[in-house]
C-alpha cells in the first residue's frame, strides 16, 4: 500500500511581534502510509500540534511555511490555491480533529448546526434535512446516539463531546485523519471509547489513515502501527511500535519511554524519572543536536556542533542521532 501523505524537508516557523522566529517544525520529513496509525509524541511544546497544522493545511499567522513539501494524491498541498485546497483537501482527503476540539464548540449552537455547517460548505446542493439525514446514520453506524445532534455542548460528557467532533470530522471520509490530543483531557474509560471510535472508523474503511498525537507514549501501544518521536522542532526517531516502546535507540525516546507516569507492564524501564532539564526555547535552539543539553550520551565537539541526520538503522527504523550509524555501519 502506498503513501496518502508525504512531508519532506518541512519549515514551520511562528513570528512574533518583535520579529523573532520560533522554529517550531525545522526539517521535518515523514510518510502517512495507507492503513496504518501514526503516533506522533513527545514533551509538550515540541512542535506536535504546529506539525498537524502544517499536514492538515490550518495554517494561519503568526504561523508561516518556511520550506518543505506536503504531497497528497501527487499533488503538493502547501501550493495549491485555497479555493482547490477548500474544495477537494480539507474535510475530504484531510481532516483534523484540532487539539481541545472539544471544548472550542460553540456552547450556543445545537451539535446539528457544526454538522450542517460542514457538510453544506462541501455540498453547496444538499439540503439541511439531507444533511442532518447523513449524520443521524453515521452517527447511528458508529453506535452514537443520533439524539446527541439535539444537544448543546455542555449537555455531554467530555467523551461524547471528542467522539462527537472525530464523527463530524470524519462524514466527508477523508483519507487521512489527524487526530491532536484527543484523549488527554479525558479519564482512562473515556480515553479507550475515543481510541476505540478511530479504531472502528478504519475497520469500516471510512478513513484510511490516522495520525495520532499526543504527549502520552504509552498509550499508543494499544493501536499504533508506527510512532514517530518529536523533540524540539525535529523528528528524532521513527519506526515500528514495538521498537520505538520496547526497543528505542535516540537517548530521548529512551528517556521518554523511562520517564512515563503509568509505565505499562513490559516496558523497558519500570522505574519513575523525569527527564533532566526542559525542552529548549525554540527562539533560539541548541546547536548541532538539539537534544544534547539534556542527553546523557553527549560527545563534545560533535553533538554539539553538527546536525545528526535521520538515517536508517535498521529495517523501517531511522534515527537522528549520532551514536549510531546506517544499517550496514
Ligand atoms: N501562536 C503561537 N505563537 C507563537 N509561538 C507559538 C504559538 N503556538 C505555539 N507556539 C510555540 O511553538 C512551539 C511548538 O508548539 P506546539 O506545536 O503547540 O507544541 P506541542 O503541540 O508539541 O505542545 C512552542 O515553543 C510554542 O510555544
Ligand atoms: S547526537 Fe549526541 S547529543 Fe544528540 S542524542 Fe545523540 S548522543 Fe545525544
Ligand atoms: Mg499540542
Do not use: W
Not at 173 to 192: C, F, G, M, R, Y
Amino acid at each position: 500500500m502506498g503513501n496518502l501523505l508525504t512531508a519532506t524537508g518541512l519549515k514551520s516557523y511562528y513570528r512574533t511581534v518583535q520579529g523573532e522566529e520560533i522554529k517550531a517544525v525545522d526539517d521535518v520529513s515523514l510518510e502517512v502510509r495507507e492503513g496504518e496509525v501514526l503516533g506522533i509524541a513527545g514533551e509538550s511544546g515540541c512542535g506536535k500540534s504546529t506539525l498537524a497544522s502544517v499536514l492538515s493545511f490550518t495554517v494561519l499567522p503568526p504561523l508561516y511555511i518556511l520550506g518543505g513539501e506536503v504531497r497528497a494524491d501527487g499533488n503538493n498541498i502547501l501550493v495549491m490555491d485555497r479555493e482547490t485546497l477548500r474544495r477537494e483537501i480539507k474535510g475530504k482527503y484531510i481532516s483534523i480533529v484540532p487539539q481541545g476540539a472539544m471544548n472550542s464548540l460553540n456552547p450556543t449552537m445545537r451539535i446539528k448546526n457544526f454538522v450542517i455547517d460542514v457538510l453544506e460548505e462541501h455540498f453547496s446542493e444538499i439540503s439541511k434535512e439531507e444533511a442532518l439525514q447523513r449524520a443521524r446514520e453515521r452517527f447511528e453506524a458508529l453506535s452514537l446516539p443520533s439524539r446527541v445532534l439535539d444537544a448543546y455542548p455542555h449537555q455531554l460528557s467530555g467523551g461524547m463531546k471528542q467522539r462527537t467532533v472525530t464523527v463530524i470530522s470524519t462524514l466527508l471520509n477523508p483519507n487521512v485523519l489527524i487526530a491532536d490530543e484527543p484523549t488527554s483531557a479525558l479519564d482512562v474509560s473515556s480515553q479507550k471509547i475515543v481510541i476505540k471510535l478511530l479504531v472502528e472508523l478504519l475497520r469500516r474503511k471510512i478513513i484510511k489513515s490516522v495520525v495520532f498525537i499526543t504527549h502520552e507514549l504509552p498509550l499508543l501501544r494499544h493501536f499504533a502501527d508506527r510512532i514517530a518521536i518529536m523533540y524540539a522542532g525535529k523528528i528524532v526517531e521513527i519506526g515500528p511500535m514495538e521498537d520505538i516502546i520496547f526497543n528505542p535507540f535516540h537517548p530521548y525516546s529512551r528517556l521518554l519511554t523511562s520517564s512515563v507516569l503509568v509505565p505499562e507492564p513490559g516496558m523497558k524501564q519500570k522505574k519513575i524519572e523525569a527527564i533532566p532539564g526542559v525542552p529548549p526555547n525554540l527562539k533560539n535552539p541548541p546547536s548541532g543536536c538539539r537534544f544534547h543539553p539534556r542527553c546523557p550520551s553527549y560527545m563534545e565537539g560533535l553533538c554539539n556542533i553538527e546536525i545528526p541526520p535521520l538515517i536508517e538503522v535498521k529495517e523501517d527504523h531511522r534515527v537522528s542521532c549520532f551514536l549510531y550509524g546506517g544499517k550496514n555501519g
